[in-house]
Each structure stands twice: as structure tokens, then as C-alpha cells.
């Protein structure tokens, strides 16, 4: 089943107060960047959609020593209003150096994508709130400077450790472009889904895509079904 993360602004008006609730798409909101739950959850609820995806820092959560993971008091605050709200999470969990932001704790003496480190955050995050519904390995991995080999043993890593922890829990990922995507669905058995996250070629299109190669939507569709039937969220 394909689920679908949309920017919140563009589609809060899209939906009426009557949609029916709906956690086949959803938003891409940014309450750990600050956004008020308060305010954005009710509209969310009201637009009828039931999923979100939001992401945090591995160095946000294990910040004062190796081993000891606290989630911190601006992501509890919004879990707590997603599950009273009746809102699924995806939660993107980031790591390396993003936009001059270190993600990861390499001051605890961890390298950038430390498999094992990273693995062990998110099965803490496995069974740290019920709101959570599947934990997302890293953001747009292709602006980074980690390498597919290196990405899929931090993937498969994580996927033994989360399911170790709890084999309800949702491991997604390999959110990048193109080839980039086909070739790591091959080096990832274990992935429970697909990020899905498509780029336009700023024409305004909604038929365009830029996924290197593949420059229709459907084309790109299609591909992704030729060599994986995992639900892209």
C-alpha cells in the first residue's frame, strides 16, 4: 500500500472538515524543528489524514553518554498529541552532517554512520511511544557523504536491531534518488517499506519527476514495482 507524505501547507486545503480519516497519506510536518502540535495536529485531524512523518537528531537522543537515550521533552510533547489525536508517526531518524548540522554524536566517539550506534538508537525508539508506527533511516542520504554500502549495513543493522526490540516496528528508508533507490531495495531484504520521495523538475508538472533517469512519474512508478512490492510511504 502505497503511503503518500505531502508538506502540510499544500494540502490543508485540500481536504474538507468531512474527510474521512485516511493513514494512507500524510504530512511532513516539522514539530521537532519547532512547529506547535497544538495548533497543526487539530487541522491535521480535521483534514482527515491519520499519518505523519517528522524526524530527530541520533545526537538529540543520545546525547550525554554511549547507551543512554532520552527522548527528549519537544518530541514527547508532539507524540503524545499524535497519539491522543489518533495519528500514526513516521519517524525519520538522522545521522551525518546535514546543512552544517551534526546529527550524529560524534563527540561520544561514534563516526558519522556508526552501524552499530545508530542501530541501537532506533531500537530504543522502537518501544520509546506508542505513537510511533515505523522508524525511517535518514533523510535524502544522496546530499550526504555516506556510501550505498555503507548505508546498507547501517539499514540492515538497524532492521535486526528494531525487530529485535519490537517485531511490530516498521524499518523504512533508502530515501534518495533514481538508480540510487533501485540498487539499495537490493541490498536491503529486510526494509518494511520504501520512502517515497519523489522530486519534481521545478516546472509545476505533476507528470514530471526528476529521478535521474526516470523523467515521467509513472515511468518511475512502475520501475520501483518491477523490483520491489513494499508499501511506499
Known amino acids: 500500500m502505497k503511503r503518500l507524505l505531502l508538506s502540510l501547507p499544500l494540502l490543508l486545503c485540500a481536504f474538507s472538515a468531512t474527510a474521512f480519516a485516511d493513514d494512507r497519506i500524510g504530512y511532513s510536518t516539522h514539530f521537532d524543528k519547532g512547529q506547535s502540535p497544538d495548533v497543526l495536529m487539530p487541522l491535521i485531524v480535521q483534514s482527515g489524514v491519520r499519518l505523519i512523518r517528522d524526524d530527530c ?13 532520552i527522548l527528549g521533552t519537544r518530541d514527547k510533547t508532539f507524540l503524545d498529541v499524535a497519539k491522543a489525536s489518533g495519528v500514526k508517526v513516521v519517524l525519520c531518524l538522522q545521522a551525518g552532517l546535514w546543512n552544517g548540522i551534526q546529527y550524529s554524536p ?16 532506533c531500537a530504543y525508539l522502537a518501544t520509546a511511544h506508542p505513537a510511533i508506527y515505523a522508524i ?13 554500502s555503507q548505508y546498507a549495513t547501517l539499514f540492515n543493522a538497524t532492521v535486526a536491531a528494531v525487530h529485535a526490540a519490537n517485531p511490530n516496528m516498521k524499518v523504512i528508508g533508502m530515501d534518495t534518488q533514481g538508480q540510487y533507490v533501485v540498487d539499495l531495495i537490493r541490498q536491503c531484504p529486510g526494509a518494511d517499506g520504501v520512502s517515497y520521495h519523489p522530486y519534481g523538475q521545478n516546472d509545476y508538472v505533476p507528470e514530471n519527476t526528476y529521478e535521474w533517469q526516470w523523467r ?9 514495482r518491477r523490483v520491489t512490492k513494499l508499501p511506499l510511504f
Open 57 to 69: 537528531g541520533w545526537g538529540g537522543i543520545e546525547y550525554h553518554a554511549k547507551g543512554t537515550y
Open 106 to 121: 560524534t563527540w561520544l566517539g561514534y563516526s558519522q554512520y556508526d552501524p552499530q550506534g545508530y542501530a541501537k538508537c
Open 136 to 148: 525511517e533511516v535518514m533523510n535524502e542520504i544522496n546530499n550526504q557523504s555516506i556510501t550505498a
Open 216 to 224: 515521467n512519474y509513472s515511468g518511475w512508478i512502475a520501475e520501483l
